[in-house]
């Protein structure tokens, strides 16, 4: 890959976790469609075969057999599970309709499609397959094939399915296992929350939305939009010229809490809320945690009212002590005093 390095292996010293006793069932989750059997049309000589679901039209090669089910959709379409006969692997479907319609979509897209063929890890979603077009001169809307999994992090947080504190370490222990192999090839996720988080019934979690990634050295990476606003670090929210791996380190940090609180850290309304919320919690900055932001930032800061922060223990009693301390030294405001993947696997 232009910019970056090869991803590491897994590192030994992160391979030691073993999965929970108690799995989480798939049948305890909300459904977001209801399951039916969508009949199949055959198109193109029988070379492709259409599916019409919900009013959009999946056209898929052959190959991929019913029951073919809608699980999921975004911004960008529609995802459907289906089976790969000459695998005999299930496998996620997701169709991006006009693909190439925005410039910003198509890179986006392409962007996914690049860095997921690259890398190859157990907590890293795999792509299986690009579905390639019937007809050249057709070629409007993308299908990308993934390895199937259950639900995702939100979903499960957001149903009533208990957790212990088995699933804590073992989905926290997960995600920092993957980001440390993303971050070994030099490249920023930029959109991690639990949406992003792929879960089966074995509690195995793979990171997905590889969209807004970005090779460390890229020279535009700066300036997009990244990060949903609940999950965005300071630096980002107060314009921070320059940023590093520490901003997927505070998403972590915020999602290793929302597993617990059972809703996000916070939540903020808009732009400025979302400040607000963050200093509420941990505090006015001092000058010296202040010191990469530019001279606005630090106005601002200056002028808002002085927070002194509130006790982590005393705001979550619930939340195991441990626990704190890591969100803790994940959340930090100035981002180079905020814990590194690399110092997670050496504790």
Same mark, same amino acid.
């Given at each position: 890959? /232009? ?12 391979? /030691? ?8 069932? +798939? ?42 089910? $809608? ?7 529609? !995802? ?8 005999? /692997? ?15 979509? #198509? ?24 579905? $390639?077009? $019937? +007809? ?8 990308? !094939? ?16 208990? @957790?212990? /504190? ?16 993303? %971050?070994?090839?030099? !490249?920023? %996720?930029?959109?991690?929350? $639990? ?19 970005? !090779? ?29 791996? #520490? ?12 597993? @617990? ?9 808009? %732009?400025?809320? +979302? ?21 606005? #930032?630090?106005?601002?800061? +200056? ?8 006790? @982590? ?31 997670? #696997?050496?504790?």
């Amino acid at each position: 890959m /232009e910019g970056g390095g090869r991803p590491q292996p897994p590192d030994p010293q992160m391979a /030691e976790a073993a999965p929970p006793q108690q799995p989480v069932y +798939q049948n305890a989750l909300p459904l977001m469609f209801p399951r039916m059997q969508i009949p199949a049309t055959p198109s193109y000589g029988g070379r492709f075969t259409q599916y019409n679901i919900f009013g959009n039209i999946f056209e898929v090669t052959a190959k991929y057999k019913p029951p073919i089910m $809608p699980i999921g959709e975004d911004a960008y379409g529609t !995802v459907c599970s289906a089976l790969n006969s000459e695998t005999n /692997e299930s496998a996620a479907i997701k169709k991006i309709v006009n693909a190439f319609g925005n410039k910003v979509d #198509a890179k986006r897209t392409l962007r996914e499609i690049k860095l997921l063929r690259y890398m190859a890890h157990e907590n890293v979603v795999a792509i299986r397959d690009v579905i $390639p077009p $019937p +007809q050249r001169e057709c070629f409007n809307d993308v299908y990308i !094939v993934y390895e199937l999994m259950d639900t995702d992090l939100h979903q499960l947080i957001c149903c009533n399915q208990k @957790f212990n /504190e088995e699933h804590y370490q073992y989905f926290i222990y997960q995600i920092l296992r993957g980001l440390k192999y993303i %971050h070994s090839a030099n !490249v920023l %996720h930029r959109d991690l929350k $639990p949406s992003n988080l792929l879960v089966n019934e074995n509690c195995d979690l793979k990171i997905c939305d590889f969209g807004l990634a970005r !090779v460390n050295t890229e020279s535009d990476f700066m300036t997009e939009y990244v990060i949903t606003r609940w999950y965005r670090p300071p630096e980002l929210l107060l314009y921070s010229s320059q940023y590093s791996a #520490a901003i997927d380190m505070w998403s972590v940090g915020c999602i290793f809490m929302e597993l @617990f609180i059972r809703k996000p850290l916070f939540p903020g309304r808009d %732009h400025l809320h +979302q400040v607000r919320l963050l200093l509420e919690l941990l505090g006015t900055p001092s000058e010296a945690e202040m010191e990469y932001l530019n001279e606005n #930032a630090k106005r601002y800061i +200056q002028q808002l009212p002085n927070y002194p922060g509130q006790s @982590f223990s005393e705001k979550f009693p619930n939340v195991h002590p441990l626990a704190i301390d890591l969100a803790q030294k994940m959340l930090t405001f100035d981002p180079k005093q905020r814990i590194t993947g690399e110092f997670v #696997a050496k504790e």
